[in-house]
């Protein structure tokens, strides 16, 4: 009796090992990688219904995990990007395409400061100074599009810590930043860290990758193979290399309490028209409906979340800082506190505080000429300019009501929403306005210069934001 007394402990320690939300400590402080993907909507993904790609990484991620219905982001990469790393509205602190401020807080600092070790992986595009991604609290870097522009996927160029390295030999960008991930993990296995992958897949142009008949590994430039018909395989490639993460995690036997979340900074690309529950998806990148900012958000913690979970509530671009907080015991910043809220209660199955609403203010093309303003429910959603919606059968906002017509539970929608936009209707500060009247100066005095013979051909980072909704008439079955 002696022996199998002593013996229970190590037989419930197993057990809790098995079971999630026991398997840990409660205070054991998780490991957290951040992936999202460039260019990807919601119907990209087979586990929301999506028939034209294989994920199979990512469907096993949310069936071990839970997956989220109602992801709503920017309808551009940068604004999302802001908006996710800061924690705030870009009416708080927008300026520029491609730029953050170096005064901004961001969820690196915050794990920074309780002890995580805080790395950073895939396209940067918020800034050319060397020691910005430091500055903003990354210990390292691995990225494409800090210092400059090249190509990002055959022979591409990158930057290491700021340190610029181009490649001739036939390498693929995204499996380049995909070691530095691994390389991360495998280094900081023992502590807790932050990994932020904002992956450069599946972002046009489309071209084949190595898994591609077609792949041609002296290709030099974003024009050789171009053709929509590759984002099928770019979508297969980009969950292959999840499946890199995920498998490394295994092999280092940190799985259990590394928290992997999964998103997209925006919906496709407009050139793409995927199958969705049996009908075609038009890609809406750049556009203020559901196909602009519905994105695919599937989050995965075998320690903590029940498999299988779905859930229906809203969640934000901005929601991902304070849910990144919570899950590190981390503290909000004190100075400018974020416009989000944590999800990390729903991911524990509790009830937490689900938002209401989501609100957007964004700010079209590099010179911020054009303003959206919007909030919206699940159900109903009000533009600043009167524009009104039922989501439930409209959900693409093709057709508008007006304010005066509306009665019953829409007009009840409305003034909810209208109380929304009135909390929001100073809520830009002065030096921010200030701020983008200078970027936008200098980008109109701006010389054009002549593109090197490696950056010939690519794709201009001002077009694509000033007119991202373009269409080609381009499909992808």
């Given amino acids: 009796m002696t022996r199998l007394a002593a013996f229970i402990p190590f037989v419930l320690t197993l057990m809790a090992m098995t079971v999630p939300g026991r398997a840990l400590a409660e205070n054991a402080k998780p490991n957290i990688i951040l992936i999202m993907a460039d260019d990807f909507g919601y119907e990209c993904v087979t586990a929301n219904g999506g028939q034209s790609y294989d994920t199979p990484n990512l469907?096993?991620?949310?069936?071990?995990?839970?997956?989220?219905?109602?992801?709503?982001?920017?309808?551009?990469?940068t604004p999302t990007r802001v908006q996710l790393m800061t924690g705030l509205h870009n009416v708080r602190n927008y300026f520029s395409f491609g730029k953050i401020g170096r005064e901004a807080t961001t969820f690196a600092?915050?794990?920074?400061?309780?002890?995580?070790?805080?790395?950073?992986?895939?396209?940067?595009?918020?800034?050319?100074?060397?020691?910005?991604?430091?500055?903003?609290?990354?210990?390292?870097?691995?990225?494409?599009?800090?210092?400059?522009?090249?190509?990002?996927?055959?022979?591409?160029?990158?930057?290491?810590?700021?340190?610029?390295?181009?490649?001739?030999?036939?390498?693929?960008?995204?499996?380049?930043?995909?070691?530095?991930?691994?390389?991360?993990?495998?280094?900081?296995?023992?502590?807790?860290?932050?990994?932020?992958?904002?992956?450069?897949?599946?972002?046009?142009?489309?071209?084949?990758?190595?898994?591609?008949?077609?792949?041609?590994?002296?290709?030099?430039?974003?024009?050789?193979?171009?053709?929509?018909k590759h984002f099928a395989d770019m979508t297969a490639y980009m969950d292959k290399l999840i499946g890199r993460v995920v498998e490394k995690l295994d092999e280092l036997e940190i799985r259990e309490n590394t928290l992997v979340i999964f998103l997209g900074d925006n919906g496709t690309g407009h050139q793409i028209t995927s199958q969705f529950k049996g009908q075609p998806y038009p890609g809406g990148k750049g556009q203020t409906n559901a196909r602009g900012t519905h994105v695919p958000l599937i989050v995965n913690w075998p320690a903590r979340i029940a498999e299988g979970s779905v859930n229906s509530?809203?969640?934000?671009?901005?929601?991902?800082?304070?849910?990144?907080?919570?899950?590190?015991?981390?503290?909000?910043?004190?100075?400018?506190?974020?416009?989000?809220r944590s999800f990390l209660p729903q991911l524990?199955?509790?009830?937490?505080?689900?938002?209401?609403?989501?609100?957007?203010?964004?700010?079209?093309?590099?010179?911020?000429?054009?303003?959206?303003?919007?909030?919206?429910?699940?159900?109903?959603?009000?533009?600043?300019?009167?524009?009104?919606?039922?989501?439930?059968?409209?959900?693409?906002?093709?057709?508008?009501s007006q304010l005066s017509g509306l009665s019953g539970k829409e007009a009840a929608a409305a003034d909810k929403l209208a109380k929304v936009l009135e909390q929001y209707a100073n809520a830009r500060p002065a030096e921010?306005?200030?701020?983008?009247?200078?970027?936008?100066?200098?980008?109109?005095?701006?010389?054009?210069?002549?593109?090197?013979?490696?950056?010939?051909?690519?794709?201009?980072?001002?077009?694509?934001?000033?007119?991202?909704?373009?269409?080609?008439?381009?499909a992808v079955q």
């Fill in 109 to 228: 600092h915050l794990l920074k400061d309780v002890g995580y070790a805080t790395g950073i992986a895939g396209k940067w595009q918020l800034g050319r100074a060397k020691n910005l991604p430091q500055h903003l609290g990354f210990d390292e870097s691995c990225l494409w599009q800090h210092t400059r522009r090249p190509s990002r996927y055959a022979n591409p160029g990158l930057e290491f810590n700021g340190v610029e390295r181009d490649y001739s030999n036939g390498e693929y960008g995204p499996d380049l930043v995909n070691e530095f991930a691994l390389d991360f993990i495998t280094r900081h296995k023992a502590e807790p860290f932050l990994l932020y992958y904002p992956l450069m897949l599946t972002h046009a142009p489309f071209q084949p990758t190595p898994d591609s008949p077609g792949w041609d590994p002296t290709a030099r430039g974003e024009r050789p193979g171009k053709d929509p």
């Fill in 313 to 340: 509530d809203l969640v934000s671009s901005t929601d991902f800082l304070p849910t990144l907080c919570a899950a590190a015991g981390a503290k909000m910043p004190s100075t400018m506190p974020p416009d989000g």
């Fill in 348 to 400: 524990l199955d509790q009830k937490g505080r689900p938002r209401e609403w989501h609100y957007s203010w964004y700010a079209k093309g590099t010179r911020m000429k054009e303003v959206s303003e919007s909030a919206m429910t699940k159900e109903h959603k009000l533009y600043r300019d009167g524009r009104f919606y039922n989501l439930a059968s409209d959900a693409f906002e093709e057709r508008p």
């Fill in 59 to 77: 469907d096993k991620l949310a069936a071990t995990g839970m997956r989220f219905e109602h992801c709503h982001v920017q309808p551009l990469c």
């Fill in 432 to 474: 921010v306005t200030a701020a983008a009247a200078k970027a936008a100066s200098e980008e109109k005095n701006q010389k054009p210069k002549r593109p090197s013979r490696r950056r010939a051909g690519r794709q201009s980072a001002a077009a694509d934001a000033a007119n991202p909704s373009a269409s080609t008439g381009a």
